[in-house]
C-alpha cells in the first residue's frame, strides 16, 4: 500500500511496514543450517574420542622389518 503525502508542492511516498525482507529470511535460515551442521560434527567429534577405542597400530612384518634394518646398515640378530 502506497499513500502519498503532499507538502509545499512536492510527492512524498510512504511505504508501510512489509516485514522481514525475504534474502534476509534466506540467510538466516542458512546461516542456521550451517551453524547446526558444525555444532552437529563437533558433538560427533568429542562423542567419538571419549567412547572410540584407540587405533592399533599396523604390526610390521618380518620381511619389511628385515629390510629397513639393512637400510640403517645394521646387521638383523641371528644372522
Do not use: C, W
Not at 3 to 28: H, M, T
Not at 47 to 62: D, G
Request: net charge positive; charged share 25%.
Amino acid at each position: 500500500m502506497e499513500e502519498q503525502i503532499y507538502s509545499e508542492g512536492d510527492v512524498f511516498n510512504v511505504q508501510a511496514s512489509k516485514g522481514l525482507n525475504p534474502g534476509l529470511i534466506v540467510l538466516i535460515v542458512v546461516v542456521g543450517m550451517v551453524l547446526i551442521f558444525l555444532g552437529g560434527n563437533y558433538a560427533l567429534y568429542t562423542y567419538a574420542q571419549r567412547t572410540l577405542p584407540k587405533r592399533k597400530k599396523k604390526t610390521i612384518s618380518k620381511k619389511k622389518m628385515k629390510k629397513e634394518m639393512l637400510k640403517k646398515a645394521a646387521s638383523s640378530p641371528g644372522e
